[in-house]
C-alpha cells in the first residue's frame, strides 16, 4: 500500500514537472516571437525615419532644419522624428481644446505648439551660440599659440579642442573630424557657421579661410581678432541688458492677442468660430490680427540694435 502510494506520488511529481517544463518552453517561445516581432517593428521603424531623413537632407529647409538641431546641441536627434513628434503635440493640442472652445481657438492652440516647439529650438540655439561666441577670443588665442608653434591649421584645431569646454569643444572636434574625412577647411567651417550663426564667428571663420588659401600672418590676424571679439563680448552684453525691457514687451503683445481670443471663447463659447462665419467679424478679427502683428514687429525693431 505504502509502495502504490509512493509509486503514484512520483508518477504525480513527475507529471507536474512535466507540465511545469512544457509550460516554461512555451513561455519561452511566446516571449521570444514578441522579441522578434518588437525588433523588427523597431527595425521597420527605424528604417522608415532614416529613409525621410535623407529625402529632408536633400532639401532646403531639411538642412536648417538638421543645422538647426544641430546647432540647438542635439545632434543625434532625427528630423523626421521630430517634425512627427511636433505634428502629434499640435493635434493633441487641438482635439483637446476643440471641445471646450471651439475650432478657431483649437486651430491657435495647434499653432502655438508648432510657434512654442521652434522658439524653443531657436532660443535654445541662441544660448549656445552665445556661449560659443563667449569662447571665441579663447579659441583665437589658442589657434595663434598653435600657428606659432608651426602646427598646421587642423592640428591646431584639435589640440583648441582638447583645451577648450563645452560647446567649443564639440564643435571644434567635428570640424577638425570633418576635415579628417576629406572637407576642406572652407567647408568645414562653413558647416560650423550654419550650425552657431554669428557675426563674430564669420569673422574668424573668414580670417581661418583666407589665410588657408592665401597664406600671410596668421598669428598676429588671430591675435587682433582675440582683442576684437573681447571688446565686442562686452558691448553685446551691455546691449542686451538695455534692451531686455524692449523685447520682453514684444513678447507681451503676443501674449495679449491669444489670451484677448481665449478670453472671448471662455465669456462666450464659439464667439470666434461665429465670427469666421460672417464678413463683418472676418474683417474684424482680420484687422486685429494686422494690429498685433504689426505691434509685435514694431517692438522687436526698435529693441534690435545690431553689434
Request: glycine letters at 8%.
Amino acid at each position: 500500500m505504502i509502495l502504490l502510494l509512493v509509486a503514484a506520488g512520483l508518477v504525480v511529481t513527475l507529471l507536474m514537472a512535466a507540465a511545469t517544463v512544457a509550460t516554461l518552453a512555451n513561455n519561452a517561445e511566446i516571449e521570444r516571437r514578441i522579441v522578434e516581432s518588437a525588433e523588427l517593428d523597431g527595425k521597420q521603424r527605424v528604417g522608415v525615419f532614416v529613409r525621410l531623413d535623407e529625402r529632408l537632407h536633400r532639401l532646403r529647409w531639411g538642412q536648417r532644419l538638421e543645422a538647426l538641431l544641430a546647432g540647438s546641441g542635439l545632434p543625434t536627434w532625427s528630423p523626421s522624428m521630430f517634425l512627427t513628434a511636433t505634428a502629434t503635440a499640435s493635434l493633441a493640442a487641438g482635439l483637446v481644446v476643440l471641445p471646450l472652445f471651439g475650432r478657431a481657438t483649437a486651430a491657435l492652440a495647434m499653432l502655438i505648439v508648432v510657434v512654442a516647439v521652434r522658439s524653443w529650438l531657436e532660443r535654445r540655439r541662441k544660448q549656445r551660440v552665445d556661449r560659443f561666441v563667449a569662447q571665441l577670443p579663447e579659441l583665437a588665442r589658442l589657434l595663434a599659440n598653435g600657428a606659432s608653434a608651426g602646427l598646421a591649421v587642423r592640428r591646431s584645431l584639435e589640440m583648441t579642442a582638447e583645451e577648450m569646454a563645452e560647446p567649443a569643444r564639440s564643435e571644434v572636434a567635428q570640424v577638425s573630424a570633418e576635415m579628417a574625412l576629406g572637407r576642406s577647411l572652407q567647408q568645414a567651417l562653413g558647416a560650423l557657421s550654419d550650425r552657431l550663426p554669428s557675426r563674430e564667428l564669420s569673422v574668424l571663420v573668414q580670417t581661418l579661410s583666407i589665410q588657408g588659401r592665401a597664406g600671410g600672418a596668421l598669428v598676429t590676424a588671430l591675435s587682433g581678432i582675440g582683442s576684437t571679439l573681447e571688446e565686442r563680448r562686452r558691448l553685446r552684453r551691455e546691449v542686451a541688458t538695455s534692451t531686455l525691457g524692449a523685447q520682453v514687451s514684444g513678447y507681451t503683445v503676443i501674449f495679449l492677442a491669444f489670451g484677448a481670443v481665449a478670453l472671448m471663447n471662455v465669456f462666450s463659447p464659439g464667439v470666434v468660430d461665429e465670427m469666421l462665419t460672417n464678413l463683418i467679424g472676418q474683417v474684424v478679427l482680420l484687422i486685429a490680427t494686422s494690429l498685433f502683428v504689426l505691434g509685435y514687429v514694431l517692438v522687436r525693431r526698435l529693441a534690435k540694435v545690431e553689434v
